[in-house]
């Protein structure tokens, strides 16, 4: 029973990052600072990360 919580504790883990990296990729979007104000996303980008967040919806609670 220990190893099964193991890989479900690791599981977690990886789909938690999964999300990271994707809020990452994305957040540009939505600021206006120096860095992010030219970020530009392309219609098939915009619609692989609307559709990968989509996904992730069904396997990653709300971040804590």
Given at each position: ?64
């Amino acid at each position: 029973m220990t190893q099964l919580l193991y890989l479900a504790e690791l599981q977690d883990e990886r789909w938690a990052a999964i999300r990271s990296v994707i809020e990452d990729q994305a957040s540009g979007s939505v600021h206006a600072d120096a860095v992010t104000s030219a970020f530009r996303y392309s219609p098939d980008e915009a619609k692989a990360l609307i559709s990968i967040a989509a996904a992730l919806l069904t396997v990653v609670d709300k971040p804590a």
